[in-house]
């Protein structure tokens, strides 16, 4: 998957995601959907969306500060639930596995060699 196409189509639906999870309330589908998940959300998908529409360099970049972002997220939800205090209700196993996904995704778009 080429870093533009991440960055494009991970950030849209990131910013879908934390729109969505801004007036879901408490869960969104059978994701947390608490106010610091969803401004993560929107902003790393509102960059990633900007990104992709800049250039195969831009998107490069920030497809693997994304994928750095998400593992980060993802394996720090692994070991505690509420991210030490910061959420009142913790993520689940779908917000970990969502997380390690578009970790793994934008790391390997962000840091594979560019296609001729």
Same mark, same amino acid.
Request: proline share 4%.
């Given at each position: 998957?080429?870093?533009?196409?991440?960055?494009?189509?991970? +950030?849209? #639906?990131?910013?879908?995601?934390?729109? +969505?999870?801004?007036? $879901?309330?408490?869960? /969104?589908?059978?994701?947390? $959907?608490?106010?610091?998940? *969803?401004? /993560?959300? /929107?902003?790393?998908? =509102?960059?990633?969306?900007?990104?992709?529409? #800049?250039? !195969?360099?831009? #998107?490069?970049?920030?497809?693997?500060?994304?994928?750095?972002?998400?593992?980060?997220?993802?394996?720090?939800?692994?070991?505690? !639930?509420?991210?030490? +205090?910061?959420? *009142?209700?913790?993520?689940?196993?779908?917000?970990?596995?969502?997380?390690?996904?578009?970790?793994?995704? =934008?790391?390997?778009? =962000?840091?594979?060699?560019?296609? $001729?």
């Amino acid at each position: 998957m080429p870093a533009r196409t991440y960055a494009q189509w991970g +950030g849209a #639906a990131l910013v879908a995601l934390g729109i +969505g999870g801004l007036f $879901a309330g408490r869960m /969104l589908l059978v994701l947390n $959907a608490e106010f610091p998940i *969803d401004a /993560l959300r /929107l902003l790393v998908g =509102g960059t990633l969306v900007w990104a992709g529409r #800049a250039g !195969r360099g831009q #998107a490069r970049g920030w497809a693997a500060v994304a994928g750095v972002i998400f593992a980060a997220t993802g394996l720090t939800g692994l070991f505690t !639930r509420d991210f030490y +205090g910061l959420l *009142d209700y913790g993520v689940n196993p779908f917000d970990n596995v969502l997380h390690l996904l578009l970790g793994m995704l =934008g790391l390997w778009a =962000g840091w594979r060699p560019p296609s $001729a």
